[in-house]
């Protein structure tokens, strides 16, 4: 079955700028989750929809937000970009709870804000 | 303030030989951790993972050891091959956290050298 799906998988963002990136997860999967990676820093958790609701989030500031839709794709948006949120974005799909199921990733979408 | 840390930033290993990556994680709520496997330029691939109540699982070349005690996971890969280069992230699930989230390392870097 296709696995979760990441677009775009490249951006060029100015400062100032907003951007939104999409994800599809796997069929049948409710969960998205979504992370940030940066150099040296791994991977750090923004937030998890599930059944359309926010359902955890991180010590990110209020620029960062996301929604999910009914057929669970989900989408995260960053307004007034800053240098530093030059990142690869990573989203996450899980059958419900990482506790007992693996999530699985998306190949992610590199966003660089110059 | 990082609950989930990988000391090791790069390890490298002879062919045939055991890899050995460490994780120490600080959260006495996490009780459910996982390994990902990452290739530059691709999303984390789930490798394998264990529940709190064992302390130990195996797949295939792949064994996961928790100390619970000590608050300390590794990975043993065994026999290394060329194809395991890549950068090892461990991950950090809490039963009191009711949905998907976890708490990544900073990752190591494996090179398995022919």
């Known amino acids: 079955k296709a696995g979760v799906t990441q677009t775009p998988r490249y951006l060029i963002k100015t400062r100032g700028q907003q951007v939104t990136l999409s994800c599809s997860p796997i069929s049948g999967h409710r969960s998205v989750s979504w992370y940030q990676q940066t150099p040296g820093q791994g991977l750090q958790f923004l937030f998890e929809?599930?059944?359309?609701?926010?359902?955890n989030k991180g010590n990110f500031p209020g620029r960062f937000s996301g929604r999910q839709f009914s057929n669970s794709r989900s989408e995260m948006n960053v307004s007034t970009l800053e240098l530093g949120d030059s990142a690869l974005y990573l989203c996450a799909s899980s059958l419900d709870r990482a506790y007992n199921t693996e999530a699985f990733f998306g190949q992610g979408t590199r966003l660089t804000v110059v | 303030d990082q609950q989930v840390k990988q000391n090791s930033p790069s390890l490298s290993v002879q062919e045939g030989r055991i890899s050995i990556l460490n994780c120490d994680y600080t959260n006495s709520m996490f009780d459910y951790f996982l390994w990902y496997k990452k290739y530059p330029a691709e999303g984390p691939t789930f490798l394998i993972s264990i529940s709190s109540i064992k302390d130990k699982n195996e797949d295939g070349r792949f064994t996961v050891f928790l100390n619970k005690s000590a608050k300390h996971l590794s990975l043993h890969i065994v026999p290394s091959q060329p194809g395991d280069s890549a950068v090892y992230f461990c991950a950090a699930a809490a039963r009191d956290n009711a949905g998907n989230m976890l708490t990544f390392g900073g990752g190591t870097r494996l090179m398995v050298k022919p």
């Open positions: 929809y599930f059944s359309e609701t926010q359902r």
